[in-house]
T-cell receptor, first 114, second 112 residues
């Protein structure tokens, strides 16, 4: 089992560029989410999805878009990157909805915006 | 409001010492879940434990133990006889409807 796979692992962008962080899971999990991790801030929820076709905002959604066309994939799009979006991004999935709470995390994607 | 507070930013201990990581939470829900996750230096996040609000029994797993007290809204984590491999950032988290809210984490350094 690959679990949760995130790509790319590292990315450097210039301000204003767009990009997509990919996330795929092979565990048939309904719930998927994106977090960002910043020093001293812990992990903050960006967007989440409780199933294909359903997405919702977390604590810090501004500047990010998501879609969930399949159960397996949950890409995170940065439409116009800003230096404030420099962070480590984690994708996570859970068997049902996150109420079960045991999240399976990807290895993270480190994004630097210059 | 839902909130998780980990007041200890960083703790340093010497191997074989016991160490307790504090977690205080706020919620208006009567049914909720609390969690601990570990993030070792390699960066991945690892689930350690889940506890629901109706189960206040303490739990022990090897050198790890958890003390859940609703009266003080705390869910503390103790490592007995710490080892260098326990060095990591530890996050406490709380379910808020369908969102998992994390504390800011406690960095534990265990020195040989």
């Amino acid at each position: 089992n690959a679990g949760v796979t995130q790509t790319p692992k590292f990315q450097v962008l210039k301000t204003g560029q767009s990009m997509t962080l990919q996330c795929a899971q092979d565990m048939n999990h309904e719930y998927m989410s994106w977090y960002r991790q910043d020093p001293g801030m812990g992990l903050r929820l960006i967007h989440y999805s409780v199933g294909a076709g359903i997405t919702d905002q977390g604590e810090v959604p501004n500047g990010y878009n998501v879609s969930r066309s399949t159960t397996e994939d949950f890409p995170l799009r940065l439409l116009s990157a800003a230096p404030s979006q420099t962070s480590v991004y984690f994708c996570a999935s859970s068997r049902e909805d996150s109420y079960t709470g045991e999240l399976f995390f990807g290895e993270g994607s480190r994004l630097t915006v210059l | 409001a839902q909130k998780v507070t980990q007041a200890q930013t960083e703790i340093s201990v010497v191997e074989k010492e016991d160490v307790t990581l504090d977690c205080v939470y706020e919620t208006r829900d009567t049914t909720y879940y609390l969690f601990w996750y570990k993030q070792p230096p390699s960066g991945e996040l690892v689930f350690l434990i889940r506890r629901n609000s109706f189960d206040e029994q303490n739990e022990i797993s090897g050198r790890y133990s958890w003390n859940f007290q609703k009266s003080t809204s705390s869910f503390n984590f103790t490592i007995t006889a710490s080892q260098v491999v326990d060095s990591a950032v530890y996050f406490c988290a709380l379910i808020n409807t369908d969102k998992l809210i994390f504390g800011t984490g406690t960095r534990l350094q265990v020195f040989p």
